[in-house]
């Protein structure tokens, strides 16, 4: 009898040491609640599957075509010809960006006894026409480019990209770029900068755009951070408009 009892009583014990058998987990390895909230399980759900919060990523076909580099040859000079930094002149990068960008369609030559004689028929033609000599956005660039410079084909393009500056270099246009002046960082200013300021961007290098900035005389092939310069992209609509991103492509 108490052999059999024994025997029952060593089944009884192997039962119950297996039954009772903890959890292993790995090192980092949590254990789960016994009974886990709903909102827990959603957000264990959402790191398991992270990739579905990712949108798609798309290649861009034409950035690909584009060649890597592109740089247009043009003569330049600064809003201040001589130097001789005026109010006149201080507020002449508008009218200096379109007589670069001028005499590079046609095709002429340009120093600073030329560009500094445009400037001023340019400057006389909007005080007999527009009754003064404002800041201009890229709308009244068109229009003066149509009306005072005669081209038909000017098209001021809004909500721009990096990319549609380069596609347009890289078909032979120059592009005028309306700026917050500040948001350049070009040491060249008189410091603090312009709050509006106007260049023409006419090639790019990688992620580096070459501009003819009129705003300095150091400004031929002077060389931006594309991001620096997107970021400054702005308008002026009775007031500087640091959200619009907007260009001036007057072509041939």
């Known amino acids: 009898m108490k052999k059999i009892g024994l025997t029952i009583l ?33 957000a ?54 379109l007589i670069v960008v001028d005499h590079f369609l046609k095709n002429t030559p340009l120093n600073s006894a030329i560009g500094e004689r445009e400037i001023q028929d340019m400057v006389a033609w909007q ?10 956005g890229a709308e009244q660039i068109a229009q003066l480019a149509k009306d005072y410079l005669g081209y038909k084909n000017v098209k ?7 990319l549609d500056i380069k596609k347009e270099i890289a078909a032979g246009n120059p592009v005028i770029v309306p700026t917050a002046g500040r948001k350049l960082y070009n040491p060249n200013y008189r410091q603090p900068g312009p709050i509006y300021h106007m260049l023409v961007v006419k090639g790019y290098d990688g992620d580096k755009f070459i501009a003819m900035d009129v705003g300095t005389r150091k400004g031929y092939d002077y060389v ?29």
Not at 14 to 28: D, H, Q
Request: charged share 30%.
């Open 156 to 162: 001021a393009v809004r909500n721009i990209s990096i």
């Open 10 to 42: 060593t089944l009884f014990l192997i039962v119950f040491l297996v039954g009772c058998k903890p959890k292993t987990t790995g090192e980092n390895e949590a254990v789960p609640a016994a009974n886990p909230a709903p909102t827990e399980q959603k």
């Open 224 to 252: 931006y951070d594309e991001k620096v310069l997107y970021t400054a992209a702005a308008d002026w609509q009775d007031g500087l408009k640091e959200n619009e991103k907007v260009i001036v492509v007057i072509e041939k």
């Open 127 to 136: 005080l007999k026409n527009w009754d003064g000599h404002f800041d201009l």
């Open 44 to 97: 264990e759900t959402s790191v398991q599957n992270p990739t579905k919060l990712e949108p798609p990523k798309i290649e861009s076909k034409q950035e690909e075509s584009l060649p890597t580099k592109a740089n247009l040859k043009m003569s330049f000079v600064p809003q201040a010809p001589y130097a001789h930094w005026d109010q006149l002149r201080e507020d002449a990068c508008e009218e200096a960006s």
